[in-house]
């Protein structure tokens, strides 16, 4: 998987897609500083994701970001995506890529040492690890901490994603520790005191 290990910022979409959320998303695509922008969409019914996939995917493209979908291959095939990310729950890697051939294929391990090296040898293209720090974005049912980085780094030098509550005041600490990419989404989305721009620039 060939992406810029300058560009740290794995981007996860906001929960609802409101008026603002295409311009605000170009502005922050346009910094330079995400490598790839995931849809993550419960509400919202098959239909309307292909419909704000393919908006996503034009902003995506025209700034050279990687664009996947969170847990269904088949709707990252239906839109042709760059990949998909599964959760442990979703579709197994295998039936995944047969649909997606040689597209991009993570996998959450939560803070599981053993998912991580079943991931690896299932051909995943990154893992992700989480959450790191309590998050608003969603339920936290899985603590990671340094350590799983570390340990897996020894073992294999897949992409790591690290996930959960990241913003300005801790994502530094994450990328000492050979954190490659940081998945953030309430910190860019939902903040209560900076715009979208502000937010992401304060990520140096």
């Not at 981007?11 to 998303?25: C, E, G, M, T």
């Not at 170009?26 to 993550?40: A, C, E, H, P, W």
């Not at 991580?116 to 901490?145: E, H």
Request: net charge positive.
């Amino acid at each position: 998987m060939k992406v810029n290990k300058k560009k740290k910022i794995y981007l996860i979409s906001p929960n609802r897609i409101s008026k603002n959320f295409y311009k605000n998303l170009n502005t922050v695509l346009k910094t330079g500083k995400v490598s790839f922008f995931q849809m993550r969409l419960k509400k919202y019914t098959l239909k309307q994701k292909v419909q704000i996939g393919k908006k996503i995917k034009d902003i995506c493209k025209k700034v050279n970001v990687k664009f996947l979908i969170n847990d269904d291959p088949l709707l990252a095939k239906m839109i042709n995506a760059d990949g998909c990310h599964l959760g442990q729950k979703d579709m197994n890697i295998h039936d995944a890529r047969k649909l997606l051939k040689k597209k991009i294929i993570g996998i959450t391990c939560h803070n599981s040492l053993r998912l991580a090296k079943l991931a690896v040898k299932s051909g995943a293209d990154y893992l992700a690890f989480g959450a790191f720090n309590l998050s608003k974005t969603k339920r936290v049912k899985y603590k990671a901490n340094i350590e799983i980085i570390k340990k897996l780094k020894k073992y294999s030098n897949i992409p790591i994603v690290a996930i959960g509550g990241i913003n300005n005041l801790n994502y530094k600490k994450l990328l000492l520790n050979k954190a490659d990419f940081l998945a953030i989404s309430g910190y860019i989305w939902n903040n209560k005191k900076l715009k979208p721009i502000d937010a992401i620039n304060k990520l140096k």
